[in-house]
């Protein structure tokens, strides 16, 4: 249900994990150029490239948390399932964090760059903690179910 507050960061936490296919996640600079890398694109300023592994883990890795979180809002009846794919959602954000730290390390490595993250780096961990509120306000709303079965 579009009015509970889960449905809201659950959708704040889909929307910024969408962000980093626009904006870059870091920036590598080399000697002679730089390489911005994002969840969808490279995108190099005579950066020397030699065959460059496009970034799938993350672009999967966004996809599905962005499909995750918008899909759990829409099993508002069944709370315990919501639970469930708010933890997938919780793991499908470290996984991006692994694949993004892995792109990151490999670019850097091959041409002894400098690596500066962006503000967009943070913006999945943000991400996170709204799925950790969304998580606690499931719970709670199941804890209030119960009792109020209880009463009865």
Same mark, same amino acid.
């Given at each position: 249900?579009?009015?509970?507050?889960?449905?809201?960061?659950? *959708?704040?936490?889909?929307?910024? %994990?969408?962000?980093? @296919? *626009?904006? %870059?996640?870091?920036?590598?600079? +080399?000697?002679?150029?730089?390489?911005?890398?994002?969840?969808?694109? *490279?995108?190099? +300023?005579?950066?020397?490239?030699?065959? +460059?592994?496009?970034?799938?883990?993350? =672009? !999967?890795?966004?996809? !599905?948390?962005?499909?995750?979180?918008?899909?759990?809002?829409?099993?508002?009846?069944?709370?315990?399932?919501?639970?469930?794919?708010?933890?997938?959602?919780?793991?499908a954000? #470290?996984?991006?964090?692994?694949?993004?730290?892995?792109? !990151?390390?490999?670019?850097?490595?091959?041409?002894?760059?400098?690596?500066?993250?962006?503000a967009? @780096? @943070?913006?999945?961990?943000?991400? #996170?903690? *709204?799925? =950790?509120?969304?998580?606690?306000?499931?719970?709670?709303?199941?804890? #209030?179910?119960r009792?109020?079965?209880?009463?009865?």
């Amino acid at each position: 249900m579009i009015q509970r507050i889960q449905s809201v960061y659950l *959708f704040l936490a889909a929307l910024l %994990p969408a962000l980093t @296919f *626009f904006a %870059p996640v870091a920036t590598l600079s +080399a000697d002679n150029g730089q390489l911005s890398i994002s969840s969808a694109y *490279f995108e190099a +300023a005579n950066y020397p490239l030699h065959d +460059a592994i496009l970034p799938w883990g993350m =672009l !999967i890795m966004a996809s !599905i948390l962005i499909l995750v979180n918008l899909g759990n809002i829409f099993c508002y009846k069944n709370r315990k399932k919501q639970i469930r794919l708010a933890d997938c959602g919780i793991a499908a954000t #470290l996984l991006f964090y692994v694949a993004c730290i892995y792109h !990151i390390l490999v670019h850097a490595s091959e041409t002894n760059a400098s690596v500066s993250v962006s503000a967009m @780096f @943070f913006a999945p961990l943000i991400g #996170l903690i *709204f799925i =950790l509120l969304a998580r606690h306000a499931i719970k709670s709303d199941e804890a #209030l179910v119960r009792a109020a079965d209880r009463i009865r």
